[in-house]
Structures are given as structure tokens and as C-alpha cells.
């Protein structure tokens, strides 16, 4: 059974701290997707990797693709109150999803 | 256009009983998905369909039926309810993006709690 997990599960920071979340498997994927997901409401997706080593950029957020493809982080900088939320991992992004266990963020102001 | 909706949002049932869980989509997705999210475990995929009049099996299918006879409608059945079956369910749908991987679209979530 193909696993994804997540790092830290839990965070609590300050407005304008930093963090990074970590998303890894021993499986190697061909791409990863990260949601994030609301208090009451259904996951949204904020980005698609592919490459492997790959980096994209979501205005404070930055997403890297592990080299080997079995790994992923999600960076955000300067948090704020609005990034509250749970954030997810997920692979492959076809047909049969497979979620990561999450890390639920709260950003204090 | 709504997107993904799921009726009911709260349903409380007692253990034996079975209950439909309704999702819907206006989108035109061929593909569609119930998932169950419990704490600490995340999304765990139950039954998927690639189409109307196909459908197949998950992660966690055991206890749970589906059918899908049109594009818009994916109900998921629950035959006898068992406390092991409290959970959040959310109702999923997918379009296909360029570079061959999908975007899925999540419904608000179903929140079962079975006695």
C-alpha cells in the first residue's frame, strides 16, 4: 500500500513566521498535488508538481518536487491568519488519489 | 454554476440502518469520487466512477454501494450503517488538465454520525 506522510501534523506560529510542511512516501510518483482545506468545507487545490525537482511559487507559498520524485515540501513565508487551515498531500492525481495524513496550521495573530 | 453539492450536510443514523448520500456536479465531469475523512487518516478513497455506468472500488469500499447513471449524479449508499462508518464523506469531481494529471473538485462534505 502506497503512503503518504506528513510533517509536522500539527503547527501553531505567530503572524510573519515562516514554516515549511513535508510530504514523503517511499513510493515514487509521477506527480503531487497539494490541497488546502477550510473548517467545514471540501480540500481546494493549490498546485500540481511533475518534474522532479521541480519548484513553483503560489505568491507566499512554495511548493518543491523531491529529486527523486518521492518526496515534496511546502514552504509558506510570512504567515498570516488567512493560511489557517489543513493542508494536504495527494498522489498520483489520476484516478485512484491516495491523500496524505495532513498538517493542520494555525497562524496566530 | 454550483459546482459539487452533497445532501445532506448532518445525518445522524442508528446502527443497522442505511442511508443514501447524494452528490451532484454541473460541471460536465466524467469523473467522480466519494471519499471518507476521519481525524488524523485524511482522505481515504471509497468508490470512483470514470463515467456514467462505470464505477469501481477504493480504498475503504466494504459497506458501501454506488452507481452512476448519469454525468451529474453519484449517490453513495450506506447498507447497514455501523459505527465504524461515522465520518466526514465528501463527493469529488474531476477535470482532466494538459498535462494529463486531474483537478478535482470537492463538494462541503457530509458529516455522519452513526449511534
Known amino acids: 500500500t502506497q503512503l503518504l506522510e506528513q510533517s509536522p501534523q500539527f503547527l501553531s506560529i505567530q503572524e510573519g513566521e515562516n514554516l515549511t510542511v513535508y510530504c514523503n512516501s517511499s513510493?515514487?510518483?509521477?506527480?503531487l498535488q497539494w490541497y488546502r482545506q477550510e473548517p467545514g468545507e471540501g480540500p481546494v487545490l493549490l498546485v500540481t508538481v511533475v518534474t522532479g525537482g521541480e519548484v513553483k511559487k503560489l505568491k507566499r507559498l512554495t511548493f518543491q518536487f523531491g529529486d527523486a520524485r518521492k518526496d515534496s515540501s511546502l514552504h509558506i513565508t510570512a504567515a498570516q491568519p488567512g493560511d489557517t487551515g489543513l493542508y494536504l498531500c495527494a498522489a498520483p492525481p489520476t484516478y485512484k488519489y491516495i491523500f496524505g495524513t495532513g498538517t493542520r496550521l494555525k497562524v496566530l495573530a | 454554476n454550483a459546482g459539487v453539492t452533497q445532501t445532506p450536510k448532518f445525518q445522524v443514523l442508528k446502527t443497522g440502518q442505511s442511508m443514501t448520500l447524494q452528490c451532484a456536479q454541473d460541471m460536465n465531469h466524467e469523473y467522480m469520487s466519494w471519499y471518507r475523512q476521519d481525524p488524523g487518516m485524511g482522505l481515504r478513497l471509497i468508490h470512483y466512477s470514470v463515467g456514467a455506468g462505470i464505477t469501481d472500488q477504493g480504498e475503504v469500499p466494504n459497506g458501501y454501494n454506488v452507481s452512476r447513471s448519469t454525468t451529474e449524479d453519484f449517490p453513495l449508499r450506506l447498507l447497514s450503517a455501523a459505527p465504524s462508518q461515522t465520518s466526514v464523506y465528501f463527493c469529488a469531481s474531476s477535470r482532466r488538465l494538459a498535462g494529463g494529471y486531474n483537478e478535482q473538485f470537492f463538494g462541503p462534505g457530509t458529516r455522519l454520525t452513526v449511534l
Open positions: 513510493s515514487v510518483f509521477s506527480s
